[in-house]
């Protein structure tokens, strides 16, 4: 089955730096690699995702990118701001309905002033 | 839209006993549903999936006979944990496929076993 690995666990940046996350992925079939941030006690929210016909994806200040050769997919938030303090998980899976969603481990960004 | 209600939101219930989690799809039809478990500062991990119709499928070392899954229809989907001990006190979250690449997800059980 599929196997999602997440670095780093945690990471702290300053406000207005750069925060990047990294995963890599072992199912060669996963085609759709999904970002959440999830808060405590809350459900995950999506932040953005990519498909594996396009190697970068942007929104504002997030952006994804995508290297299928090498199986791997980072997050790059940049110019944070505290209340992107959260836990953040990559995900991948095959597309079609009744596939499964493998996360990853998780990091927590702390965001200081 | 493809709004998925998870209830209940919090639960504490005695050891032996047996608790209920109810997810329901609002506005859509969830042929397959995904249930997860989440323990303190971890991620979330795949318990079951289960279709309309016909049995779930458990992932590796979760127990079936414990964790009883339901989906008798395109928009009901439930969860008994059995016999609950303290060690299965989590914060469990359902999750549905809405089309061919995007999930939604409930808004989660925090079950306390005492």
């Given at each position: 089955g599929e196997n999602v690995e997440q670095h780093p666990s945690t990471l702290s940046v300053q406000e207005g730096d750069s925060a990047v996350i990294k995963c890599?992925?072992?199912?060669?079939?996963?085609?759709?690699?999904?970002w959440y941030k999830q808060e405590l006690?809350?459900?995950?929210?999506?932040?953005?995702?990519?498909?594996s016909n396009v190697g970068e994806k942007k929104d504002q200040r997030?952006?994804?990118?995508l290297n299928?050769?090498?199986?791997?997919?980072?997050l790059h938030i940049t110019e944070t701001q505290p209340e992107d303090s959260a836990v953040y998980f990559c995900a991948a899976s095959r597309a079609g309905g009744g596939n499964?969603?493998?996360?990853?481990t998780?990091?927590?960004l702390k965001v200081e002033l | 839209?493809?709004?998925?209600?998870?209830?209940?939101?919090?639960?504490?219930?005695?050891?032996?006993?047996?608790?209920?989690?109810?997810?329901?799809?609002?506005?859509?039809?969830?042929?397959t549903m995904f249930w997860y478990r989440q323990f303190p500062k971890q991620s979330l991990m795949l318990m079951a999936t289960s279709n309309e119709g016909s049995k779930a499928t458990y992932e590796q070392g979760v127990e079936k006979d414990k964790f009883l899954i339901n989906h008798a229809?395109?928009?009901?989907?439930t969860l008994t944990v059995t016999s609950a001990h303290p060690e299965d006190s989590s914060f469990y979250i359902c999750s549905a496929s809405i089309d061919n690449y995007g999930y939604t997800f409930g808004s989660g059980t925090r079950l306390t076993v005492v």
């Amino acid at each position: 089955g599929e196997n999602v690995e997440q670095h780093p666990s945690t990471l702290s940046v300053q406000e207005g730096d750069s925060a990047v996350i990294k995963c890599t992925y072992s199912d060669s079939a996963s085609n759709y690699f999904p970002w959440y941030k999830q808060e405590l006690g809350k459900r995950p929210q999506l932040i953005i995702d990519i498909r594996s016909n396009v190697g970068e994806k942007k929104d504002q200040r997030i952006a994804v990118t995508l290297n299928k050769t090498a199986k791997h997919f980072s997050l790059h938030i940049t110019e944070t701001q505290p209340e992107d303090s959260a836990v953040y998980f990559c995900a991948a899976s095959r597309a079609g309905g009744g596939n499964k969603l493998t996360f990853g481990t998780g990091t927590q960004l702390k965001v200081e002033l | 839209g493809a709004v998925v209600s998870q209830h209940p939101s919090r639960v504490i219930c005695k050891s032996g006993t047996s608790v209920k989690i109810e997810c329901r799809s609002l506005d859509f039809q969830a042929t397959t549903m995904f249930w997860y478990r989440q323990f303190p500062k971890q991620s979330l991990m795949l318990m079951a999936t289960s279709n309309e119709g016909s049995k779930a499928t458990y992932e590796q070392g979760v127990e079936k006979d414990k964790f009883l899954i339901n989906h008798a229809s395109l928009t009901l989907s439930t969860l008994t944990v059995t016999s609950a001990h303290p060690e299965d006190s989590s914060f469990y979250i359902c999750s549905a496929s809405i089309d061919n690449y995007g999930y939604t997800f409930g808004s989660g059980t925090r079950l306390t076993v005492v």
